[in-house]
């Protein structure tokens, strides 16, 4: 009898042990799982954390060239005002140039007795065709400007919708990101509530 109660205590231990290897052995795996989780999940708060911050320097970015290409714009609109005063003082010049060869025409058979009269109208005819010339070279240089500021408009406009491209770009990632730190915080929370006993220090987020 002796024996065999030898034997059952011996079995008794036995299993014993086993149970308290593998409950250790259960919770150094848990342990891993959830430290291992909470390393990816600091990862990717680091992540979504720089990502926040390049989208907002991208938004900055993305406010100044606005600020720029309204600025472009109404420059651009006070050329094309610009553009149309010169204009209105070019056919006023035309029309004031139109009338003095008509008096000359006029004044063409008194040549004779009026000849000081003439100089004086040579001399407005000159004068008329040199505003004239100044008015034409006016229009250029403010039509040269207006071309100019149009491709300025639109290389801030491919600007501005690239920025937004890259606005929207980093929005999705976050939006990806953040789920994946919601997925994983949910499995890292899953893991520590599957641990019987004390809890690793990453249970405690």
């Known amino acids: 009898m002796s024996y065999l109660g030898r034997s059952i205590n011996l079995a008794l231990v036995v299993l014993v042990v086993l149970a308290v290897a593998g409950t250790a052995g259960a ?3 848990y342990q891993h799982s959830a430290d291992q989780l909470e390393r990816q999940n600091e990862q990717l708060r680091s992540e979504n954390k720089e990502l926040k911050q390049d ?3 991208t938004e900055s970015n993305l406010s100044q060239t606005r ?3 309204q600025e472009a714009n109404q420059t651009l609109e006070n050329a094309q005002g610009d553009v ?5 003082k070019l056919e006023g010049t035309e029309k004031q140039l139109s009338e003095t060869i008509n008096e000359l025409s006029e004044t063409q058979e008194e040549l004779d007795q009026t000849e000081a009269d003439l100089e004086e109208t040579q001399t407005a005819l000159r004068q008329a065709r040199s505003e004239l010339e100044t008015a034409q070279g006016q229009v250029e240089t403010l039509e040269t400007r207006v071309e100019t500021l149009e491709t300025e408009r639109d290389n801030l406009v491919a600007e501005r919708d690239q920025l937004q491209e890259t606005v929207d770009t980093q929005r999705d990632q ?3 990101l953040e789920a994946r730190v ?3 915080e949910s499995a890292l929370q899953s893991v520590c509530n599957s641990i019987e006993g004390e809890r690793p220090a990453g249970c405690s987020v």
Request: glycine residues 4%; hydrophobic residues 40%; without cysteine.
């Open 182 to 184: 919601d997925e994983l």
């Open 84 to 88: 149309g005063q010169v204009s209105n």
């Open 55 to 57: 989208l907002s320097a």
């Open 67 to 69: 600020d720029k290409l």
């Open 174 to 176: 976050i939006t990806q």
């Open 27 to 29: 919770s150094l795996f």
